[in-house]
């Protein structure tokens, strides 16, 4: 256990890049009316390839090997250098850069911290126990430190004007909190329909096949809708099938049956595609060329 952990700490590096960076290079190289028919078609791969990933796993533990859920990314990581090293092709001005370690470092602390605490905190020590305080203090400091540093930061990690763009603010909070739903539901549904429900592993997998489903339908219908009837009016229906989704998991019961769950998972994959994608076109539009990684990041970040 301690390896796998370990190696999946030197996995989240990689995929903390790849995300924002691929969104990213979808803004640099398209116009603001193709661009959220593009993020759409993005959304989808994203959606599929996210979702999908339980029912595959849930396959492969049962019938093969739990090991293949690791090698299958190596042809795969193959086949994404070679698609960027032929046909992306980037006209930048190289310079420089001061990165910002010290706010990278701060938060990486207050994050890990309040990880750990939410985990421990109630089982392994009780939530006034030294340890869980310990932590909390630690967590809030750092916190602190770290927004003490990005006002001072030449080029600061996380720069705090963005923020001052209500629609990037909203989008930030809304993709925070559609974030934790996502990684919620692909924690516990399986193990839910599986433990409580007593189903295999791949009925488990493919109840969050049905959000993989209706994420890349919304996302690419979602450019569409962005050019007609515009971002807020897209993110309300989004908002609208999240709400949906949610009310029908949460009233589920264990003799529901894997049916129920596979439709609350639908409507949940609905909002995140309509979500997702009107929330990055948004950003991007209003944010500069130099900003627009830190922006579309700073997303990324929110949902992951």
């Known amino acids: ?29 398209y116009k603001n009316e193709e661009r959220a028919r593009v993020q759409g078609y993005l959304s989808s791969v994203w959606g599929i390839s996210a979702i999908m990933g339980p029912a595959l796993g849930g396959l492969l533990v049962e019938s093969l090997t739990w090991k293949l859920v690791f090698w299958v990314n ?17 006209n930048i001005e190289k310079k420089k850069r001061d ?80 974030g934790v739903m996502m990684i919620g539901l692909s924690s516990f549904l399986p193990t839910f329909v599986q433990g409580v429900m007593e189903r295999s592993p791949t009925v488990a997998g493919f109840t969050l096949t049905a959000m993989s489903i209706g994420w890349p339908i919304a996302s690419m219908v979602s450019g569409r809708l962005l050019l007609k009837i515009g971002f807020k009016s897209t993110s309300l229906l989004g908002g609208c099938s999240l709400i949906l989704g949610s009310l029908i998991l949460v ?12 439709m ?41």
């Open 1 to 29: 256990m301690t390896e796998l952990i370990i190696y999946r700490f030197v996995q989240g590096f990689g995929a903390g890049a790849v995300a924002p960076v691929a969104s990213t290079i979808i803004g640099d190289i």
């Open 74 to 90: 190596i042809p795969l990581g193959l086949l994404s250098f070679i698609g960027i090293w032929f046909f992306l092709h980037e």
């Open 99 to 178: 990165i910002d370690y010290l706010g990278a470092t701060l938060l990486t602390l207050s994050i890990s911290t309040l990880m750990v605490l939410l985990v421990e905190g109630g089982v392994k020590w009780s939530w006034a126990s030294a340890p869980v305080i310990s932590l909390a203090l630690v967590a809030i400091i750092t916190f602190i430190l770290f927004i003490l540093q990005e006002k001072k930061a030449a080029e600061p990690m996380m720069p705090f004007e963005i923020w001052q763009e209500r629609s990037i603010l909203i989008a930030n909070l809304v993709s925070l909190t559609t």
């Open 251 to 262: 009233w589920m019961k264990p003799e529901s049956g894997p049916v129920i769950a596979a």
């Open 264 to 304: 609350g998972s639908f409507f949940v994959g609905v909002g995140m595609g309509l979500t997702s994608t009107s929330f990055i076109v948004v950003i991007q539009k209003n944010v500069s060329w130099e900003r627009r990684g830190i922006a579309t990041a700073s997303i990324c970040s929110c949902v992951i």
